[in-house]
Nanobody, 126 residues
Framework: QVQLVESGGGLVQAGGSLRLSCAAS????????MGWFRQAPGQEREFVAA????????RTADSVQGRFTISRDNAKNTVYLQMNSLKPEDTAVYYC???????????????????WGQGTQVTVSS
């Protein structure tokens, strides 16, 4: 089985930065698109960013473009989300997930991802 564990969340003031990590373990493979989603209280889980197997292609939600950067280190079985210029609107639980199918085509809906981490809380204060 595959386990995904997020870390790096916390409390930060607006304008600050955080770097989230997602470590994969178990029956792992580097040949999957990996994504980050977030969910605020009372809100639907929304797409944040994703990266293909090689790291050569990424897709980022309009709401975080220019501020968030996704990357991966397959040797470490780890995916990262660098979050800069954080805003209070970014407050949410952030989840790492593995896309169910496809190695290069990036999907942006939660239904298209099969394995999920437990989430890490990001709180941005003003």
């Amino acid at each position: 089985q595959v386990q995904l564990v997020e870390s790096g969340g916390g409390l930060v003031q607006a304008g600050g930065s955080l770097r989230l990590s997602c470590a994969a373990s178990g029956r792992t493979s580097s040949s999957y698109v990996m994504g980050w989603f977030r969910q605020a209280p009372g809100q639907e889980r929304e797409f944040v960013a994703a990266i293909n197997w090689s790291g050569g292609s990424t897709r980022t939600a309009d709401s975080v473009q220019g501020r968030f950067t996704i990357s991966r280190d397959n040797a470490k079985n780890t995916v990262y989300l660098q979050m800069n210029s954080l805003k209070p609107e970014d407050t949410a639980v952030y989840y790492c997930a593995r896309q169910a199918v496809g190695r290069n085509i990036i999907r942006t809906t939660a239904q298209e991802y099969d394995y999920w981490g437990q989430g890490t809380q990001v709180t941005v204060s003003s």
